[in-house]
């Protein structure tokens, strides 16, 4: 792969990996070429996994009929799935397993074979994690798939290697929303590798980067539903991996034309490369937070130790008034007109009191707070709108944020919060602190 990135995009892929038009040149690499390429690289896994299962043979003493049986093991012709990461139990490794008579059905059909390679270890305290290795293990050892599923042992960088670069499909299953990032899908799709996944970690934002109308880059398994039911969850989502197994992964792998090249797979691989690869690089994440934290940062560290550090100053007694006096602000929602239902894009005005104490309106901000209303009377992603002081009544300020438009149908919420504002303070949430209003409302909108 090295050497068609070479050939085909030039070596600054190497020194400029975050540059989206290299990646983009992903396009001229012949299909041939590309496919032989993977193959030659699928072959070399699936050998490098035969000679590691003798290994392990050897190593538990077992009768040399079964370790000369381990070499017609796998098939390098076969669509092979790699699954290596470590086994805690949120990343659920045996959710594959979960209806055995169709996943033998999967592994042994005979026009389109399908092979599985497991690596990985658990942590030495994971019983549990231990225990899904156990049951992988005791799956393998039956003669239904014997000969379409492997698992590697001492899991290291060598292993790695090889799966990331030889497999065709990349497996990740975890448990939403529990995955951290998921970096061994981005290494496998730098190798030309098809990520298929629960929409979770790295996979969750790749997924929504990618353009709805480019090809496809890989497979969601589910739309990022959770259930409170974990039995359920799981079934639902090994049901929505199975049928994207054999309604869209398998049919695409082995649809071959007389060349005997997958064009449409060849397709989705270039797709995956450059859609994903020079966005998910450490190059571009250090740029990322160079360009929108770090300068940033540093910009305002000088800013606050001009003068003496004069500003800083100001704003360490700022910090001090706003905590003693936070105690005692209040806000309430006011009164909103409202029809029993209203229909989408009407404008609405919405009121806040605020009592804010000690403080003056330039030290705070005031929000609205509005969304759809979930099943347990939450208020769901929702979104804030600046509220703006009208008049003074007594101690109390009233706010309002008028002609908020109705963006969606359903029961939909809205609350009002106080937050401390300063203009060199970097971070609304910095300080701590935040108030919200004694309740929140909701009404009913229609299309």
Known sequence: MNQLYDRYMGPSWREQPA?????????????????????????????????????????????????????????????????????????????????????????????????????????????????????????????????????????????????????DVWLNTPLRPLEASGTSGMKAVA?????????????????????????????????????????????????????????????????????????????????????????????????????????????????LLADGASRAKALADWKARVRKAWPGIRISLLEVSLPKAISVGELITYRARVDSGALKPEDLVVELCLGRVNASGEIEEPISIAMRPVKKEGDSYVYEATEVPCTGSGLNGYTARVLPHHPDLHGRFLPGLIHWADAKSSVSSSS
């Open 191 to 303: 190798n030309g590798v098809i990520s298929l996944s629960t929409l979770d970690g790295w996979w969750d934002e790749a997924w929504r980067l990618t353009d709805a109308d480019a090809s496809p880059v890989g497979w969601a398994i589910g739309r990022g539903e959770t259930y409170d039911n974990r039995e359920y969850q799981d079934q639902l989502e090994a049901d929505a991996l199975y049928e994207l197994l054999e309604h869209d992964v398998m049919p695409k792998f082995f649809d071959r034309r007389s060349d005997g090249i997958p064009r449409e797979w060849i397709k989705q691989m270039k797709a995956s490369i450059g859609t994903l690869c020079h966005f998910f690089n450490t190059h571009r994440m250090v740029r990322e937070y160079t360009e929108r934290f770090y300068l940033n940062a540093h910009a305002l560290h000088r800013q």
């Open 19 to 167: 540059e989206s038009a290299i990646w983009s040149r992903v396009q001229s690499i012949p299909a041939e070429e590309l496919w032989r390429t993977h193959e030659r690289r699928r072959e070399r896994l699936v050998a490098f996994a035969r000679k590691r299962l003798q290994a392990q043979l050897r190593h538990r003493g077992v009768p040399k009929s079964e370790i000369d049986a381990s070499e017609e093991v796998l098939d390098p012709n076969a669509l092979t799935i790699g699954f290596a990461r470590r086994f805690a139990t949120y990343k659920r490794a045996t959710l594959f397993l979960k209806d055995r008579e169709r996943l033998k059905r999967i592994l042994n059909n005979p026009g389109q074979p399908v092979q599985i390679i497991f690596a990985g270890k658990a942590h030495p305290r994971d019983d549990a994690g231990k225990e899904l290795i156990r049951q992988i293990a005791s799956v393998i050892r039956e003669p239904e798939y014997r000969r379409r599923m492997v698992f590697i042992e001492d899991y290291e960088m060598s292993v790695t290697r090889y799966l990331v670069q030889g497999a």
